[in-house]
């Protein structure tokens, strides 16, 4: 997997997701395959469970009928939140060569208010209440049902795709509706949301090994002592190019800064783009302190540059993801309205060890979801929406039939996801030296033998699914 996500290293996160076009799981960025496919629409309702309201918005959709034989099943790739893309309709990706196995149509829909599936002229607080799980899982079967009609599918056998948050609702959508799909892969699924994700950074540093982890230790160490004082402060500015504007008295700049720094070093991790650059970084002395080894990791793209120097103003932050303009490219905000309503995911450090130092705790989570989407959030109903989404759904103990959880050994989301087997048809496999959505790639012949297990155990769920 190392070098394959090209396109990460710009890329800006928030709250462990990639704020671009692709969200969490992604193609490469030189390919152009799946450009041949044409877009559809589907005229899908805003409120599936108010039947008074009939207000409708047009869903995008891909179909890719290269190896569909008369008869044969359906496979969904359920898109999470980001554009739907047509990669994943070709044999670049397992899925598409699963297809192409067992004579399969392969299907993208896209979530709503991602991409240019948005019911609502803009995406104010209020326009974004129909953004939710159940109604996005609905848009799925409601959709399936559609496309039956719409294709003569009478008689095939769906089974759904998804990483990331896509692969909770790939397992969410079977353990709902089995009726529509007879199985899922759920590929890097965390199906236990949470408010307080502290094991994320846990399996972060212990992705890096100990010595590294220790010396990023001892760098946030610095980097909190040196904020207690005046002269600490213009110390880190130097250190860190910091604009002078940066004084470490405003207490959510000085969490701004930790997540940013937290975050460059959690994406690399997460999809194993260059996880040995880092471990050499922090371990040689010759590159100075450790804060000076760990500041030369840090890419600033997501803090206003002026003058040559880091802007770090919590309060720009806020004013970026309260816009409320849609851009099919930009998803910030409807996915942090998500983790705000119910899935949490919020990654801290409040595990008493934390390499990452202490400047990430939960609170300062909460306080973003208000901050943003006004005084309707508050620190109870994001507690409740989350506690909520794990009674409803399950968290790590679903109670659902033919699914596969693969996971990689690298990815911070596994705490979060299902490692062990919950019955004889639900399956997990971990996939080792693998990062986020590793298994959802086409398989060669290079591959590890983890990642060939897994993709043999994913084949033959599938054969169980379509008897």
Same mark, same amino acid.
């Given at each position: 997997m190392d070098g394959t996500f090209d396109n990460l290293l710009n890329t800006k996160m928030v709250m462990g997701r990639p704020m671009d076009r692709y969200g969490m799981i992604r193609p490469p960025v030189v390919s152009k395959i799946g450009d041949q496919f044409e877009e559809h629409w589907f005229e899908q309702r805003v409120d599936h469970f108010n039947k008074h309201d009939n207000k409708t918005f047009k869903q995008l959709y891909y179909v890719g009928d290269n190896y569909y034989k008369t008869g044969g099943p359906v496979f969904l790739l359920i898109s999470? $939140?980001? @554009? &739907?893309?047509?990669?994943?309709?070709?044999?670049?990706?397992?899925?598409?060569?699963?297809?192409?196995?067992?004579?399969? #149509?392969?299907?993208?829909? $896209?979530?709503?208010?991602?991409?240019?599936?948005?019911?609502?002229?803009?995406?104010?607080?209020?326009?974004?209440?129909? #953004?939710?799980?159940?109604?996005?899982?609905?848009?799925?079967?409601?959709?399936?049902?559609?496309?039956?009609?719409?294709?003569?599918?009478?008689?095939?056998?769906?089974?759904?795709?998804?990483?990331?948050? &896509?692969?909770?609702?790939?397992?969410?959508?079977? $353990?709902?509706?089995?009726?529509?799909?007879?199985?899922?892969?759920?590929?890097s699924a965390p199906v236990e949301t949470t408010v307080n994700n502290m094991n994320f950074l846990k399996v972060v540093s212990e992705s890096l090994g100990k010595e590294c982890s220790n010396n990023i230790?001892?760098?946030?160490?610095?980097? @909190?002592? #040196?904020?207690?004082?005046?002269?600490?402060?213009?110390?880190?500015?130097?250190? #860190?190019n910091l604009c002078d504007t940066f004084d470490g008295k405003n207490i959510n700049d000085n969490r701004w800064l930790a997540q940013e720094m937290m975050n460059n070093i959690a994406l690399t991790v997460q999809y194993n783009t260059n996880i040995s650059h880092i471990i050499e970084t922090m371990n040689d002395p010759s590159g100075g302190t450790p804060l000076e080894r760990y500041a030369k990791l840090q890419t600033w793209d997501y803090f206003n540059q002026t003058n040559a120097c880091n802007d770090v103003k919590y309060a720009d932050y806020i004013a970026k993801v309260k816009n409320i303009t849609i851009n099919p490219k930009i998803v910030e905000r409807q996915w942090l309205y998500q983790?705000?309503?119910?899935?949490?995911?919020?990654?801290?450090?409040?595990?008493?060890?934390? &390499?990452?130092?202490?400047?990430?705790?939960?609170?300062?989570?909460?306080?973003?979801?208000?901050?943003?989407?006004?005084?309707?959030?508050?620190a109870q109903t994001v507690r409740n929406g989350i506690h909520r989404t794990n009674a409803y759904y399950g968290g790590l103990k679903p109670n659902v039939t033919n699914v596969v959880f693969p996971n990689g050994s690298l990815d911070p989301w596994h705490a979060l996801?299902?490692?062990?087997?919950?019955?004889?048809?639900?399956?997990?496999?971990?996939? @080792?030296?693998?990062?986020?959505?590793?298994?959802?790639? &086409?398989?060669?012949?290079?591959?590890?033998?983890?990642?060939?297990?897994?993709?043999?155990?994913? @084949?033959?769920q599938i054969g169980e699914y379509l008897k």
């Open positions: 999470g $939140e980001c @554009e &739907a893309g047509t990669f994943w309709l070709t044999n670049a990706t397992y899925m598409g060569q699963m297809a192409k196995k067992y004579g399969a #149509l392969a299907v993208v829909l $896209e979530h709503r208010y991602y991409g240019r599936s948005v019911p609502t002229p803009d995406l104010s607080t209020q326009n974004l209440k129909h #953004l939710s799980i159940e109604l996005a899982l609905k848009d799925t079967e409601q959709f399936a049902l559609y496309l039956t009609k719409r294709l003569s599918l009478e008689g095939s056998k769906w089974v759904v795709f998804g990483g990331s948050y &896509a692969g909770a609702l790939a397992a969410w959508f079977r $353990e709902k509706y089995p009726n529509i799909a007879v199985g899922a892969i759920a590929s230790r001892k760098a946030n160490m610095d980097i @909190e002592n #040196l904020l207690k004082t005046p002269e600490g402060v213009i110390k880190l500015r130097k250190t #860190l983790t705000c309503t119910e899935l949490g995911y919020f990654e801290t450090t409040d595990l008493p060890d934390c &390499a990452f130092g202490h400047n990430i705790p939960v609170e300062y989570y909460i306080q973003q979801c208000v901050d943003i989407f006004g005084p309707q959030i508050t996801s299902v490692l062990t087997d919950i019955n004889n048809t639900t399956k997990a496999v971990m996939i @080792e030296n693998y990062s986020h959505g590793g298994d959802m790639y &086409a398989s060669s012949p290079s591959d590890t033998q983890s990642l060939k297990n897994a993709h043999k155990l994913i @084949e033959q």
